[in-house]
């Protein structure tokens, strides 16, 4: 297993980044907030996750060792693949996600695209005895991490080598797509969209 991968940022992409691993460019799938973090010729160390099918090898990037273990504890329920894991990452805090399960949110699973009314009442029971105990206490930890989805999606913007007037620009290009979605806005998809409406622009 490649439990981490350490390098520069070769390059950067909507939803994935590469490393430079002794040589070797390691194409390394992430969520928005990850790779907001990450920098183009700058180090990094991601904490990784091998997925292995019949036709394919894919590296799963994460923040620390609590997101990738999150990631793989979300896969032994039924239904749960690798692609809706990071989506459920995308949205929620590993933390908001053991606390979403302890207290039986079913409304947080439902923020996840992908998974419906009756998927989410599935997970709660599925997960419950599998994530454990949420870890952060007070009030401040019962905010989601998509709470201020302009910064991150600004930074995310910036990180893949956006202007800052260009990333304020997009930000703003997509705040009614992010209104209409109430709730908590999906940092992925807003950024899919700003990427669109930055690409018309140029």
Known sequence: MIAFVSGPVAALAPDAAVVEVGGIGMAVQCT????????????????????????????????????????ELLQTASGVG??????????????????????????????????????????LLELKDRLGEPIGTGAGAAAPVSAGWRDQLHAALVGLGYATREADEAVVAVTPQAEAAGGTPQVGQLLKAALQTLNRAR
């Open 32 to 71: 928005p907030n990850t790779l907001s973090t990450l920098r183009v010729g700058q180090p990094a160390k991601l904490a990784t996750s091998l997925v292995v099918r019949e036709d394919s090898l894919t590296l799963y990037g994460f923040a620390d060792d609590d997101e990738r273990q999150t990631f």
């Open 82 to 123: 690798p692609r809706l894991a990071q989506a459920m990452l995308a949205v929620h805090t590993p933390d908001a996600l053991r606390r979403a399960v302890a207290t039986g949110d079913e409304k947080a699973l439902t923020a996840v695209p992908g998974i419906g009314k009756k998927g989410a009442q599935k997970l």
